[in-house]
């Protein structure tokens, strides 16, 4: 095979060996939690079945004592309902607004004293932050942009396609395929496990899946390392 090796951009090395290209994330300046559901169409008012879901990019057990996560109108997850708990390695982290949303499976934030007004159905900025001013991630659907996907009619959630891509991207979230059941009725989502759209249900174990099966086909792969998960560990040589 032949191997080439190249900078991308100020924090990323890209290296092909043949049809595979596997580029390397220093995981210092990328956020280490991300959103990345949110289900805007279930409802409204501290009666709606809305929720956001959160991802964990890394090898390591996050305290997420600090974070919290404001709307276009304010704070909506204050820090006071984040204090104390965790979100474990490479895991999912949902936050509803009440505690008869999801009757199956618990939420790990149940954020009533703020979510009061819920989610516009017209857009919001959200934003979560790991500490007074640091921001972690945000999705910029507010001030009239609206809401990248997703349907009030048939209550799809948005999906993020690819967790290592910037979330105020519309062209990283698409309307999830998945069935779950909500306080409501049916709904369209995922909360609490993979997206059904994600970019990571390509990247199988043992190896990497192509469209057609072959192992010829030009492949790119992103791994985020961090300081207790060395490529070598990721099956990488």
């Known amino acids: 095979f032949n191997t080439d090796e190249k900078v991308i951009g100020e924090n990323k090395l890209q290296i092909s060996v043949g049809a595979v290209s596997v580029t390397f994330i220093d995981s210092t300046t990328q956020p280490s939690v991300v959103i990345n559901e ?7 008012g501290a009666d709606g079945y809305q929720f956001i879901e ?15 996560i404001t709307a276009s109108d304010g704070t909506l997850v204050p820090q006071a309902e984040f204090n104390g708990k965790t979100i474990g390695a490479y895991s999912y982290f949902v936050i509803t607004p009440n505690d008869n949303i999801l009757p199956d499976i618990s939420a790990d934030i149940v954020a009533s004293a703020n979510w009061t007004s819920s989610l516009s159905l017209d857009g919001e900025n ?5 500490d007074t001013d640091e921001i972690e991630d945000d999705v910029l ?3 009239g942009i609206g809401w990248y996907v997703g349907d009030g ?36 989502g995922s909360p609490g496990a993979a997206n059904t759209v994600s970019i990571l249900n390509s990247i199988v174990s043992g190896g990497i899946a192509t469209a057609d099966g072959s192992s ?10 961090d300081n207790n998960n060395p490529v070598k560990n990721h099956g990488v040589k």
């Open 153 to 188: 009619t048939n209550k799809y959630s948005m999906e993020r396609l690819n967790p290592n891509t910037a979330g105020d991207s519309s062209s990283n979230w698409l309307a999830s395929t998945g069935d779950y059941t909500y306080g409501g009725g049916a709904g369209r």
């Open 126 to 130: 959200l934003t979560l932050y790991k």
């Open 38 to 44: 949110v289900s805007w169409a279930q409802g409204v």
């Open 216 to 225: 010829t086909a030009p492949v790119s792969v992103v791994l985020k390392l």
């Open 141 to 143: 659907c507010g001030d």
């Open 54 to 68: 959160l991802y964990n990019l890394t090898g390591l057990s996050i305290d997420l004592t600090n974070y919290y």
